[in-house]
C-alpha cells in the first residue's frame, strides 16, 4: 500500500514538477532517511536534545540549498531559520523539563503493555527533541515561502525600498501565517479524532491535563509559534539582504 | 497613531498577564483535590527513584494542610511522573491520607504557551492574526460540535459523510474569515474544493483496492466507533485539509500580490512567476507534513526497539499509519497546486480582459 501511494506520489511530482519534482522526491526520502537516522542514534543511546538539534540544521540545509540552490533567498532563510531554532530551544527545553510531558498515558496501555518500562534512557529528553525536530518543518516551509515571495516581487519590481520590500514580505507573511496555522491545526484535530471520541465522558478538567493531550497541545503551539516569529525575522533579513546583493552588483 | 498602538500593547500585556496569574491560581475550578509538592526526598535503587514527597493541599475543605506521600518512579519516565519541587498533582484523598496520584497539572503549561501564541498572533499577524484566531476558535468549536452530534446521534448519517460536509464548509469558512469576501478568496475555496475532491478520492481508490491489513495501533482502544477505517478516512481528509488551503491562498494571493506590483504582466510571465512560487512550496510543504504527522511515532518506536525489537520492524509496524497519512496529504499537495495556479490565472485574467 505504501509503495503504491509512494509511485503515485513520484508520477504525480514528476508532472507536476518535472526536474523539481524528482528534486523534492528526493529530498523527502531524505527527510525521511534524516527522521530513521534520528531514531536510530536515539536508540542507541545518543542524547536526543543534541540529535535533534543536528538533525534540524541538516534538515534546513537539506530542504533549503539542495532543493532551492545557494542564493539570497536561502541564506536569508537559513540566518532566520537557525535564529529560530535557538529561540525555540529555550522554550521547549523549559517546557518539557517542567511540565511532565514525557512518555505515554493511559490509553496506548494496551499498545505498550507487552514492554518493559525500564529503559534507561531519558524520556523528557526524547519528548524534548521530538517536539523540536516537529518544529522545524513549519519553520522552514514558512521562512522560505517568505523569501522565494519576497524574491519574486523584487524581480518584478526592483524599485522597492528594502523597507518596502520588508513590508510586502509582512504581507505574504500574514496571509501565510494564517492558513500555516490552519494546517497546523487540521494534522492536529486529523490526529486527535480518535482521542475526542475516546474521552467523551471524562470532565473538561480531566481531559486538559491529560498527557497525550498536553503533548499534542505543546507540539501544535510550539510549531504556531515557530511559524510565527519566523515571519519578521526572515521579512527582515532577506530585504536588507536583497538590497545588499543589489548594490555590491552595481558596484557601490 | 502611535499613541493607539501603545494603548492596544499595554491592554494585550495586562491581559496576558491576568490570565497567566489565572493560570497560576486555578485551584478553585477542580473538584479532584490538588497537592502541591514542597519538598522531596529521593532515593534510588537502579533505575527506580522511590520519591518521599511532603506538599500542600490547593483546593477543598482541607486547604492549606500538608500532605505526605510516596510516588515510585524511573529514570526513564516511559508511564511515571518524576515529580519535582513546585509540580502540582492530582490526588485521591482518604481518612487525610492520600492515596493515589491520579495525574500531574499541566494547564498552566498550556495556558502560558496559549498565551504566547495569541499575543505573537496579534502582534505580527496584526488583522490578519485575529482573524486566523477568531477562524481557529470557530473550527474547534464546529468540530466538537460534530463528534458530540455524532455520538449522541441526534444526527443520523455516518461518520465519513458527515465529515466530508464538514470539511466543504470548513475551506469556506477559514478561507472567508481569514481573508474576507473577494477574489482571491473565491479563487481559492474554488480550487481547494475541487483539489480536495480529486485527492481524497485517489487515496480512497488506492486503500479500498489494496487489502493490505493495517495495524490501527494508535486507535485501538475506541469503543464508540467500531469503524476504524471510517475513522481513519476521517484522520487522512483532515489532516490533507489545511495543507491544501495553505497551497490555494497562497499561490492566489502571491499571483495577485505581482499583478498589484506590475500591472501590465502578461498570462506567460504569471505561470512562469507561479511555477516559480509552487515549485519552492512543493518541497517545503511535502516536509511539513512529514516532520508534523511523523514525528510523533518516535517515542513509541524508541520504546519497542530499547526492548530489543528489531528498528526496521518497529518502524513499520508503528510508523505505517502514519506514513500513509503523509503520503495521501502530500499527494494531495502535489495536485492542488496545478489546480490553484490554473484556477487562479483564468480567473485573474478573464476579469483583465473585461
Known amino acids: 500500500m505504501i509503495t503504491i501511494l509512494s509511485v503515485i506520489l513520484l508520477v504525480l511530482l514528476l508532472l507536476v514538477g518535472k526536474k523539481d519534482g524528482l528534486k523534492t522526491y528526493i529530498c523527502f526520502y531524505l527527510n525521511y532517511i534524516l527522521i530513521y537516522a534520528y531514531i536510530f542514534f536515539v536508540v542507541l543511546g545518543a542524547n536526543a536534545i543534541v540529535m535533534a538539534l543536528i538533525i534540524c540544521i541538516l534538515a534546513s540545509v537539506i530542504t533549503l540549498f539542495l532543493m532551492n540552490g545557494n542564493n539570497v533567498k536561502t541564506k536569508s532563510s537559513f540566518i532566520s531559520i537557525c535564529i529560530v531554532l535557538?529561540?525555540?530551544?529555550?522554550?521547549?527545553?523549559?517546557?518539557?523539563?517542567?511540565?511532565?510531558?514525557?512518555?505515554?498515558?493511559?490509553?496506548?496501555?494496551?499498545?505498550?503493555?507487552?514492554?518493559?518500562?525500564?529503559?534507561?534512557?531519558?524520556?523528557?529528553?526524547?519528548?524534548?527533541?521530538?517536539?523540536?525536530?516537529?518544529?522545524?518543518?513549519?519553520?522552514?516551509?514558512?521562512?522560505?515561502?517568505?523569501?522565494?515571495?519576497?524574491?519574486e516581487i523584487y524581480l518584478n519590481n526592483k524599485k522597492l525600498s528594502s523597507r518596502e520590500l520588508f513590508d510586502s514580505g509582512m504581507n505574504v507573511g500574514r496571509d501565510i501565517l494564517s492558513t500555516t496555522i490552519n494546517t497546523l491545526f487540521f494534522v492536529f484535530i486529523g490526529g486527535m479524532v480518535g482521542f475526542f471520541f475516546w474521552h467523551t465522558s471524562d470532565s473538561f478538567g480531566y481531559i486538559i491535563n491529560y498527557k497525550s493531550l498536553v503533548q499534542e497541545i505543546v507540539e501544535l503551539l510550539c510549531c504556531s509559534i515557530g511559524s510565527i516569529i519566523i515571519i519578521p525575522i526572515t521579512a527582515y533579513i532577506t530585504s536588507k539582504n536583497l538590497k545588499k546583493v543589489k548594490r555590491k552588483k552595481n558596484g557601490y | 497613531m502611535l499613541k493607539s498602538i501603545k494603548f492596544k500593547h499595554i491592554i494585550l500585556l495586562i491581559v496576558s498577564v491576568l490570565v497567566i496569574i489565572f493560570g497560576y491560581n486555578n485551584y478553585?475550578?477542580?473538584?479532584?483535590?490538588?497537592?502541591?509538592?514542597?519538598?522531596?526526598?529521593?532515593?534510588?535503587?537502579?533505575?527506580?527513584?522511590?520519591?518521599?514527597?511532603?506538599?500542600?493541599?490547593?483546593?477543598?475543605?482541607?486547604?492549606?494542610?500538608?500532605?505526605?506521600?510516596?510516588?515510585?518512579?524511573?529514570?526513564?519516565?516511559?508511564?511515571?511522573?518524576?515529580?519535582?519541587?513546585k509540580s502540582e498533582v492530582f490526588v485521591k484523598m482518604s481518612n487525610n491520607e492520600v492515596t493515589e496520584i491520579t495525574g500531574v497539572k499541566r494547564d498552566k503549561y498550556e495556558i502560558i504557551l496559549l498565551v504566547l501564541f495569541v499575543d505573537l498572533l496579534i502582534?505580527?499577524?496584526?488583522?490578519?492574526?485575529?482573524?486566523?484566531?477568531?477562524?481557529?476558535?470557530?473550527?474547534?468549536?464546529?468540530?466538537?460540535?460534530?463528534?458530540?452530534?455524532?455520538?449522541?446521534?441526534?444526527?443520523?448519517?455516518?461518520?465519513?459523510?458527515?465529515?466530508?460536509?464538514?470539511?466543504?464548509?470548513?475551506?469556506?469558512?477559514?478561507?472567508?474569515i481569514c481573508h474576507g469576501f473577494n477574489k482571491k478568496t473565491m479563487v481559492a475555496i474554488i480550487s481547494s474544493i475541487v483539489s480536495v475532491i480529486i485527492s481524497f478520492l485517489i487515496s480512497y481508490i488506492v486503500l479500498e483496492c489494496s487489502k493490505e491489513q493495517i495495524y490501527f495501533w494508535t486507535m485501538n482502544d475506541i469503543e464508540i466507533v467500531s469503524d476504524y477505517e471510517g475513522l481513519f478516512y476521517i484522520n487522512i481528509l483532515l489532516s490533507g485539509l489545511g495543507a491544501i488551503m495553505d497551497i490555494a491562498i497562497t499561490i492566489s494571493s502571491s499571483l495577485q500580490e505581482i499583478i498589484l506590483k506590475s500591472n501590465n504582466i502578461s498570462v506567460k510571465e504569471l505561470i512562469k512567476s507561479g511555477r516559480a512560487i509552487s515549485k519552492?512550496?512543493?518541497?517545503?510543504?511535502?516536509?511539513?507534513?512529514?516532520?508534523?504527522?511523523?514525528?510523533?511515532?518516535?517515542?513509541?518506536?524508541?520504546?519497542?526497539?530499547?526492548?530489543?525489537?528489531?528498528?526496521?520492524?518497529?518502524?513499520?509496524?508503528?510508523?505505517?499509519?502514519?506514513?500513509?497519512?503523509?503520503?495521501?496529504s502530500s499527494i494531495s499537495i502535489v495536485i492542488s497546486i496545478p489546480i490553484a495556479l490554473y484556477i487562479s490565472i483564468f480567473i485573474y485574467k478573464r476579469g483583465d480582459n473585461k
Open chain 1, 86 to 151: 535557538l529561540i525555540m530551544f529555550i522554550i521547549i527545553f523549559l517546557l518539557g523539563k517542567y511540565s511532565n510531558i514525557q512518555g505515554f498515558s493511559y490509553e496506548s496501555l494496551e499498545s505498550i503493555g507487552a514492554y518493559s518500562f525500564s529503559i534507561n534512557y531519558n524520556m523528557t529528553y526524547l519528548i524534548i527533541g521530538v517536539v523540536l525536530v516537529c518544529t522545524i518543518g513549519t519553520v522552514i516551509d514558512t521562512s522560505i515561502s517568505i523569501s522565494t515571495a519576497l524574491n
Open chain 2, 28 to 85: 478553585f475550578l477542580y473538584d479532584t483535590t490538588i497537592v502541591k509538592v514542597t519538598s522531596i526526598s529521593s532515593k534510588y535503587v537502579d533505575e527506580v527513584i522511590n520519591q518521599n514527597i511532603t506538599g500542600k493541599i490547593m483546593n477543598g475543605d482541607k486547604k492549606g494542610e500538608e500532605a505526605s506521600f510516596n510516588n515510585t518512579t524511573s529514570i526513564s519516565g516511559v508511564f511515571d511522573e518524576q515529580l519535582h519541587e
Open chain 2, 123 to 176: 502582534l505580527v499577524g496584526e488583522k490578519k492574526g485575529v482573524k486566523s484566531l477568531f477562524s481557529l476558535i470557530i473550527n474547534i468549536c464546529l468540530s466538537v460540535l460534530c463528534i458530540y452530534l455524532y455520538i449522541n446521534k441526534i444526527i443520523g448519517i455516518d461518520l465519513l459523510p458527515l465529515f466530508i460536509i464538514l470539511s466543504a464548509i470548513f475551506i469556506s469558512l477559514s478561507l472567508l
Open chain 2, 280 to 328: 519552492d512550496i512543493l518541497g517545503t510543504m511535502i516536509n511539513v507534513m512529514l516532520y508534523t504527522c511523523y514525528v510523533s511515532i518516535i517515542p513509541m518506536v524508541v520504546l519497542a526497539s530499547r526492548n530489543y525489537m528489531p528498528l526496521s520492524n518497529a518502524v513499520t509496524t508503528y510508523g505505517q499509519l502514519e506514513l500513509i497519512r503523509v503520503l495521501t
